[in-house]
């Protein structure tokens, strides 16, 4: 799931108690520095902080963070020469869902938002798939265009 500026999560929410791969393609990626750490917290008050040497990758910098029990999660990313981003000074905060404990008669357990006050993104699936459509058209354009150009292509002739 992308959510802004290049940053992806692998999964559609945030949950607590739960694992997330997170990948950054942003400033630093694209300025094409070799070392990305990614500084983190959690809550209003970034606590239990720490800071993660991120994997290159072709597609950007990713690593996995664990997530505790908290209602949002907070990062900012730097490189090996201390060069931030930080989304401006604002840093990346993004709000973490609480999963409730079911009992032997519910069948199911719900996820509910906890009330942060925090802006809640809604439509990130949207983005999602609008992400995974361009990457398609722009997969079709790079294949057939060359072909379209050099005459290799061929229409199928209908009888």
């Known amino acids: 799931m992308e959510l802004v500026k290049n940053i992806f999560f692998n999964t559609d929410k945030l949950v607590e108690n739960s694992n997330v791969k997170v990948s950054y393609a942003g400033y630093l990626f694209q300025k094409g520095v070799d070392e990305v750490y990614i500084h ?3 809550g209003t008050n970034w606590n239990d902080s720490a800071e993660t040497k991120m994997v290159k990758t072709e597609l950007g910098f990713q690593c996995e963070i664990d997530i505790p ?6 990062f900012c990313f730097r490189d090996n020469t201390g060069e931030w981003d930080n989304n401006f000074g604002q840093n990346f ?6 999963v409730e404990v079911t009992t032997e008669e519910e069948p199911l357990a719900m996820v ?29 354009i790079i294949h057939y265009v060359p072909k379209l150009i050099s005459g290799n292509y061929k229409r199928k002739v209908e009888e």
């Open 40 to 42: 983190y917290g959690f």
């Open 69 to 74: 029990e908290t209602n949002c999660l907070n």
């Open 93 to 98: 905060s993004f709000p973490v869902e609480a």
């Open 112 to 140: 509910t938002t906890p009330e942060t006050g925090m802006e809640v993104h809604k439509g990130l699936r949207k983005t999602y798939i609008w992400s995974k459509k361009i990457k398609l058209a722009i997969y079709k």
